[in-house]
């Protein structure tokens, strides 16, 4: 099992910039893969990022392509999600989350976090 903490959330301007956090506890985190997801009021979570547990494969929705860059540091069992030329239809809560095998499926991961909130002022 693996409980999973995020952090980095909070207010930016369009075209700025954050990284997102998410630490996780337990001896087991390299070998999870990892993934983001975000969700606003009233629309179902989605699908932002994943990484595999070595780090080499990576995913992203076509919506954060090129502005956002998932990473990780096994050495210190946390994820990471470094935003750039946010957007206001970034704003969001962000989830970290686990699991067996690397997905853009919602129903894949097994460990959620509890959201850090990213809201983009335009």
């Known amino acids: 099992q693996v409980q999973l903490v995020e952090s980095g959330g909070g207010l930016v301007q369009a075209g700025g910039s954050l990284r997102l956090s998410c630490a996780a506890s337990g001896r087991t985190f390299s070998t999870y893969d990892m993934g983001w997801f975000r969700q606003t009021p009233g629309k179902e979570r989605e699908f932002v990022a994943a990484i595999s547990w070595s780090g080499i494969t990576t995913y992203y929705a076509d919506s954060v392509k090129g502005r956002f860059t998932i990473s990780r540091d096994n050495a210190k069992n946390t994820e990471y999600l470094q935003m750039n030329s946010l957007k206001p239809e970034d704003t969001a809560v962000y989830y970290c989350?686990?699991?067996?095998?690397?997905?853009?499926?919602?129903?894949?991961?097994?460990?959620w976090g509890r959201g850090t909130q990213v809201t983009v002022s335009s």
């Open positions: 989350a686990a699991a067996r095998g690397l997905s853009r499926s919602r129903s894949a991961y097994a460990y």
